[in-house]
């Protein structure tokens, strides 16, 4: 599918094979999904772009290759955001993060917002979004206009599970989004639940249900 990629590295599928089990604990679920965040950051960053600088080993000098141009932003729409947010400030510690305040009304599916704090220069940064879930897209497709509101012109999203529906309301919205999942699903139940999916990922990450 054009501008998505699936990351299919076995370890990521064993360990979404284990959240998505309903016997796994809140426990076990939310550290798996910290696990599996730094999987999903590693391809999702694959291909930035690098420059070198002049460093001296103990050997020698030697021009070594870093990352090209500003900080990265990692944007987590809340709160299950902050599930695949804590794994990917592992690897790369440096990153600016923004948080979206967002719930989905259970009635209508749309997207409530509640709050918005990001860093002030997101012209000239990727900002890589996350959240585990992406289902009719509302959540994700609200966040990147208040991001690209803000400014905001290079942008990745990053989800754990898709629904076909939801990558293909996003992708008509949003085509320079560029999106990255674990799995795409069979499909969005009557309720706006993914299926098979894994649930609601807020309620397992933080045991509300
Ligand atoms: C979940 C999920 C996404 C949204 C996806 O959040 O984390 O943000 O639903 O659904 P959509 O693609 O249909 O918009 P939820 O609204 O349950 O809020 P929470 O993270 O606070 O639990
Ligand atoms: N949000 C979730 O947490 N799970 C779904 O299946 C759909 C939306």
Known sequence: MDGVTVIDHPLVQHKLTIMRNKET?????????REISTLLCYEVTRNLDLTTIRIE???EAMDSPVLEGKKLVFASILRAGNGLLEGMLDLVPA??????GLYRDHETLQPVEYYFKAPEDLENRLVIV???MLATANSAIAAIEKLK???????????LLAAPEGIERFRTAHPDVPVFTASIDRHLNDKGYIVPGLGDAGDR????K
């Not at 803000?150 to 990745?156: D, E, L, S, T, V």
């Open 57 to 59: 080993t103990p050997m």
């Open 205 to 208: 990450m933080y045991g509300t």
């Open 95 to 100: 990153a600016r993060v923004a948080h979206i």
């Open 149 to 159: 509101e803000r400014g905001a012109k290079n942008i990745r999203f990053l989800c």
């Open 25 to 33: 604990s809140t426990a076990s679920f939310r550290r798996l999904l």
């Open 130 to 132: 996350v959240d585990p």
